[in-house]
């Protein structure tokens, strides 16, 4: 038709063929001529990566020696000796071992750290070559060399690997006497099952009300976001569509089983970390009308990816399509598609933010995530108390307490005494620590536009008088800061005698999005209000 302009398929082909011939032709000289030696599949790799980062975050590709690892990722499934590692300082740590699994069992302790894996000094060793070490096959023995707190020799543990599921569901419990509490942190396989399994046994235990917790779930398989989902909300009804460029990928999908329990009055926790399936459970529970969010903005995560095979048993994990939520929002908050001249993105325009209305006719909007109906706001740690965490201060005083305290009371019932946080600051007079507040940033700030506009020797006498005057102490900002640092060496002493659960019954008391969710659920009249305004 003259004068009309038509899509020809053979022409984008053609780009295609084009330029893998350049790409082809270009590796090759490469790593024909380039002056030092390179790794082929190395230089692959990164520019493979680089290609598949100026889309999106989670368009990846995933070599033959990963694969173990994703499978961990999507399954929770992996055969090792059940504990999660960290490094710091160059030292391999046991930050926590899983309870009622292998290191458990073998009598590894938190914070033991690993100097050796069957006589193999761990001495340069990066985390993932240590994570090879200590993987393995189901039955197989491992020797761990580890220097415990209080002992001068090392010990050697002989721990017997076995196949890992870590679960979904690592905490449940009664929060009151009437309310129960299910933190949930992945959507590996059989998440669906263990909250549905975690919510028959706490209604058995006399719960009446839920708080369900999503917050830091960076999300994972849609399936069980849609079968979670369903454990709340009827049978047939939409809970999630998607929608991308391939029309396969244009789908719906609603509530195949018989709900667990659509009535019984239901609260969820959300966080800025709170991604993906998480923000679609959250979505649903709000475009229902099903149960009030409390919390934070969600991350805003709204895009679905799927896997695709490779050759050399490698994988694509690319992302396929947008999806939409029952009020027909998507929540996806950073826009991908329209980068900046430097190649940066931003978040989406509140003023391209479109509104949508619940089942009762509440308004949401879409773009930026997930916005819980009670906002609660989390004060940034003082310096003090993050220098505290990052030199794994806290961490190193709770393994002196554990080996000097045979037992401590219940975590939800623990509390430090003033002696025992007089203790810790006299100890922490010992170590080296230092941090800078925000009132010394700001003179420090003022002293570089000082310099700058060179007004600074005329300024000098009175900067140098300021510092003087609001030079920190450390004993005076550990005792300003108690309550924040107190609640963060609870946790972590805790966590010592009763791994996660004392570490998650230990924040009850100080929790602020928990006591909200409680008075909220104990508020019957409040609680209707939300859902219906």
Same mark, same amino acid.
């Given at each position: 038709? %003259?004068?009309?302009?038509?899509?020809?398929?053979?022409?984008?082909?053609?780009?295609?063929?084009?330029?893998?011939?350049?790409?082809?032709?270009?590796?090759?000289?490469?790593? %024909?001529?380039?002056?030092?030696?390179?790794?082929?599949?190395?230089?692959?790799?990164?520019?493979?990566?680089?290609?598949?980062?100026?889309?999106?975050?989670?368009?990846? /590709?995933?070599?033959?020696?990963?694969?173990?690892?994703?499978?961990?990722?999507?399954?929770?499934?992996?055969?090792?000796?059940?504990?999660?590692?960290?490094?710091?300082?160059?030292?391999?740590?046991?930050?926590?071992?899983? !309870?009622?699994?292998?290191?458990?069992?073998?009598?590894?302790?938190?914070?033991?750290?690993? =100097?050796?894996?069957?006589?193999?000094?761990?001495?340069?060793?990066?985390?993932?070559? %240590?994570?090879?070490? #200590?993987?393995?096959?189901?039955?197989?023995?491992?020797?761990?060399?580890?220097?415990?707190?209080?002992? !001068?020799?090392?010990?050697?543990?002989?721990? @017997?690997?076995?196949?890992?599921?870590?679960?979904?569901?690592?905490? &449940?419990?009664?929060? $009151?006497?009437?309310?129960?509490?299910?933190?949930?942190?992945?959507?590996?396989?059989?998440?669906?099952?263990?909250?549905?399994?975690?919510?028959?046994? #706490?209604?058995?235990?006399?719960?009446?009300?839920? =708080?369900?917790?999503?917050?830091?779930?960076?999300?994972?398989?849609?399936?069980?976001?849609?079968?979670?989902?369903?454990?709340?909300?009827?049978?047939?009804?939409? *809970?999630?569509?998607?929608?991308?460029?391939?029309?396969?990928?244009?789908?719906?999908?609603?509530?195949?089983?018989?709900? %667990?329990? @659509?009535?019984?009055?239901?609260?969820?926790?959300?966080?800025?970390?709170?991604?993906?399936?998480?923000?679609?459970?959250?979505?649903?529970?709000?475009? &229902?009308?099903?149960?009030?969010?409390?919390?934070?903005?969600? /991350?805003?995560?709204?895009?679905?990816?799927? $896997?695709?095979?490779?050759?050399?048993?490698?994988?694509?994990?690319?992302?396929?399509?947008?999806?939409? =939520?029952?009020?027909?929002?998507?929540?996806?908050? =950073?826009?991908?598609?329209?980068?900046? !001249?430097?190649?940066?993105?931003?978040?989406?325009?509140?003023?391209?933010?479109?509104?949508?209305? @619940?089942?009762?006719?509440?308004?949401?909007?879409?773009?930026?995530?997930?916005?819980?109906?009670?906002?609660?706001?989390?004060?940034?740690?003082?310096?003090?108390?993050?220098?505290?965490?990052?030199?794994?201060?806290?961490?190193?005083?709770?393994?002196?307490?554990?080996?000097?305290?045979?037992?401590?009371?219940?975590?939800?019932?623990?509390?430090?005494?003033? $002696?025992?946080?007089?203790?810790? *600051?006299?100890?922490?007079?010992?170590?080296?620590?230092?941090?800078?507040?925000?009132?010394?940033?700001?003179?420090?700030?003022?002293?570089? @536009?000082?310099?700058?506009?060179?007004?600074? !020797?005329?300024?000098?006498?009175?900067?140098?008088?300021?510092?003087?005057? +609001?030079?920190?102490?450390?004993?005076?900002?550990?005792?300003?800061?108690?309550?924040?640092?107190?609640?963060?060496?609870?946790?972590? +002493?805790?966590?010592?005698?009763?791994?996660?659960?004392?570490?998650?019954?230990? $924040?009850?008391?100080?929790?602020?999005?928990?006591?909200?969710?409680?008075?909220?659920?104990?508020?019957?009249?409040?609680?209707?209000?939300?859902?219906?305004?």
């Amino acid at each position: 038709m %003259t004068g009309s302009a038509f899509y020809n398929p053979s022409e984008k082909y053609f780009e295609i063929a084009k330029n893998l011939d350049i790409f082809a032709t270009l590796f090759k000289e490469v790593n %024909t001529w380039y002056v030092d030696d390179v790794t082929p599949s190395k230089l692959m790799k990164t520019g493979i990566d680089a290609m598949l980062a100026s889309l999106d975050p989670y368009t990846n /590709y995933i070599s033959e020696d990963q694969i173990e690892d994703y499978r961990t990722m999507t399954t929770g499934e992996y055969s090792g000796i059940g504990a999660t590692v960290g490094t710091r300082d160059g030292r391999i740590l046991i930050m926590m071992p899983l !309870e009622g699994f292998a290191a458990d069992k073998a009598g590894i302790k938190t914070g033991d750290e690993i =100097i050796a894996i069957d006589g193999i000094s761990l001495d340069g060793k990066t985390y993932d070559e %240590t994570s090879q070490l #200590l993987k393995g096959q189901a039955k197989t023995d491992v020797i761990l060399s580890i220097k415990r707190y209080g002992l !001068e020799q090392p010990l050697d543990i002989t721990v @017997t690997r076995e196949k890992i599921q870590t679960y979904n569901v690592p905490y &449940y419990g009664m929060v $009151t006497s009437t309310i129960g509490m299910i933190k949930l942190t992945d959507f590996t396989r059989d998440a669906s099952k263990e909250v549905r399994d975690a919510l028959l046994d #706490l209604k058995s235990q006399g719960a009446e009300k839920i =708080i369900f917790d999503v917050r830091g779930n960076p999300g994972g398989l849609l399936d069980e976001a849609v079968k979670i989902s369903n454990i709340f909300v009827e049978k047939g009804k939409e *809970i999630v569509s998607t929608k991308g460029k391939v029309k396969d990928w244009n789908k719906t999908y609603n509530g195949l089983s018989d709900a %667990t329990d @659509t009535e019984i009055p239901l609260v969820v926790l959300t966080s800025g970390t709170s991604a993906s399936a998480a923000e679609i459970v959250s979505g649903v529970i709000q475009d &229902y009308d099903r149960g009030v969010l409390i919390g934070e903005n969600t /991350y805003g995560k709204g895009l679905v990816q799927a $896997t695709r095979s490779l050759s050399y048993n490698s994988k694509l994990k690319v992302t396929i399509a947008k999806y939409y =939520i029952p009020s027909g929002r998507c929540i996806q908050a =950073i826009d991908y598609a329209n980068r900046n !001249e430097d190649g940066s993105v931003g978040k989406m325009p509140d003023s391209l933010r479109m509104p949508f209305k @619940t089942a009762a006719g509440r308004i949401v909007y879409d773009g930026g995530g997930v916005k819980p109906d009670i906002a609660i706001s989390h004060d940034f740690y003082a310096p003090v108390t993050q220098t505290l965490i990052l030199k794994g201060l806290l961490f190193d005083y709770a393994n002196k307490y554990y080996f000097e305290n045979k037992t401590i009371a219940e975590a939800k019932e623990f509390n430090l005494t003033n $002696t025992e946080y007089d203790s810790f *600051i006299k100890w922490l007079s010992t170590k080296e620590y230092d941090y800078t507040t925000k009132v010394e940033k700001m003179i420090k700030h003022l002293e570089e @536009t000082a310099q700058k506009e060179e007004s600074y !020797e005329a300024l000098k006498p009175q900067i140098d008088e300021f510092k003087k005057s +609001i030079a920190h102490n450390k004993e005076n900002d550990l005792r300003n800061h108690k309550v924040e640092i107190i609640e963060l060496l609870e946790q972590e +002493i805790a966590k010592r005698y009763y791994l996660e659960r004392g570490e998650m019954e230990a $924040t009850f008391d100080d929790d602020l999005d928990l006591k909200a969710a409680i008075e909220v659920l104990n508020d019957e009249a409040k609680y209707k209000k939300i859902l219906s305004k």
